[in-house]
């Protein structure tokens, strides 16, 4: 028997493999998204009672093909359907192979969808939204939570971006010259943010997601394949590999949260850690460095620290220095005071954290308030570091961000 957790598993690394074959097949990518979700609605239910199918991927393709039949035939009948269709398949029939099924090659559609789903006619937010669900697996709830809008309103614009895929003819041919150059970036900065929902949940009880983070992964060695040359793409990729080397010790042994400075470093993957440091120690020296990889190189100096006393942070504030000239971002800026606390002191940093709490963006963020509460609690004043660590843990809505806040106020009394 099969549990839930691996079909779902199993029904994301599929997801963008079916809807490819099936955009490929009939041309359509908004009716044929849809037809893909009804078919992984109908494999969470039927799989875990009655087994994965020999052929999961060819399974789905019939089921979808089948149900985008259904649409095109009668859309009055659709609901009635929806609820049989999968039970109205033959057995036979679902474990054979389906006849849009190519045993002979292994194509997998993720990157044309990719770049499909970052069509010049979408919006930004459209494109990372419908990239989400259509390639990376994830739900309408989540992608909500990660832009922090209401799920409805995330629905109408995946709704509203497929339509406008549809009204733009868009197809799964790759595009050329500046547009793949634009649709490159909007692509790597898809799978920056899969890959922080894997590492980080915005929500829930788990502070992880590592389906998510391997899926992100197992894109950009794709995307790292398919363009080289690009030393963005290559640094992404360091950096995933360097971040991800370190979740097996950011968990105790109850699912807490365990800092950076309290991490066991036995416990970080060597092999991330070793292939990442490789990777952005080749890109770095071949041209103009963007932010990917100076983030992949920040993680290289932490990931290569014996020790959380050995860390070089003056190197790491020279990076952070150049980091924030490549773009204006408070997330850098906070990080930035913390790289200019470690060299300079706790009240250098606190007083970068004043500007940033008036910027609108990042005032009311728990990790501002964070690491307003851990450098107040360097300079020794407990009172006002228990009470900034008991308001970041009212903002967060992580439950283990929450419980890890919250006992740090506690221990401070």
Not at 163 to 172: C, E, M, P, V
Not at 249 to 271: C, F, I, K, M, Y
Not at 379 to 399: F, I, M, N, P, V
Request: proline share 6%; charged share 25%.
């Amino acid at each position: 028997m099969t549990g839930p957790a691996e079909v779902e598993d199993l029904l994301r690394t599929c997801a963008p493999q079916v809807l490819g074959a099936l955009v490929r097949r009939y041309g359509t990518f908004d009716t044929c998204e849809d037809a893909v979700q009804e078919a992984l609605i109908a494999a969470a239910r039927q799989w875990p009672e009655e087994g994965v199918p020999d052929n999961p991927r060819g399974w789905l393709v019939t089921v979808a093909a089948r149900r985008l039949v259904d649409q095109v035939r009668s859309e009055a009948a659709r609901r009635r359907r929806e609820d049989s269709l999968a039970l109205a398949t033959p057995a036979s029939e679902l474990l054979a192979h389906a006849a849009d099924e190519e045993p002979d090659t292994d194509r997998d559609d993720s990157l044309a969808l990719l770049f499909l789903c970052c069509h010049r006619d979408l919006s930004p937010p459209s494109r990372i939204a419908l990239t989400l669900r259509a390639v990376g697996g994830l739900g309408t709830a989540q992608i909500a939570a990660a832009f922090l809008v209401p799920e409805s309103t995330m629905a109408q614009r995946i709704s509203r971006a497929k339509q406008t895929i549809k009204a733009a003819g868009g197809s799964l041919a790759l595009p050329a010259g500046e547009d793949r150059t634009a649709r490159l970036a909007e692509v790597r900065h898809v799978l920056y943010l899969i890959f922080n929902e894997g590492y980080t949940a915005s929500g829930g009880d788990e502070l992880t997601t590592p389906e998510l983070s391997t899926e992100a992964i197992r894109l950009a060695r794709l995307l790292h394949r398919l363009v080289p040359e690009d030393t963005e793409t290559a640094g992404l990729l360091a950096l995933m590999l360097l971040t991800d080397a370190r979740r097996p010790a950011r968990t105790g042994p109850h699912g807490e949260l365990v800092p950076l400075a309290e991490q066991d470093r036995g416990r970080w993957d060597g092999g991330l850690v070793a292939e990442g440091v490789e990777l952005i120690s080749r890109t770095l020296p071949r041209g103009q460095v963007g932010p990917y990889q100076l983030q992949a190189a920040i993680a290289a100096v932490h990931d290569e620290a014996a020790t959380a006393a050995e860390t070089d942070w003056p190197q790491i504030l020279a990076l952070y220095e150049l980091l924030e000239r490549t773009g204006p971002n408070p997330m850098v800026t906070l990080n930035r005071a913390v790289a200019v606390a470690m060299v300079q002191g706790p009240a250098a940093g606190l007083a970068l954290l004043d500007g940033l709490a008036r910027d609108k963006r990042l005032a009311r963020h728990h990790r501002l308030l964070a690491t307003r509460a851990h450098l107040l609690e360097l300079l020794g004043e407990r009172e006002g570091a228990a009470e900034a660590y008991r308001e970041a843990a009212r903002r967060t809505t992580s439950a283990p961000e929450r419980r890890h806040l919250t006992e740090r106020a506690r221990r401070l009394g």
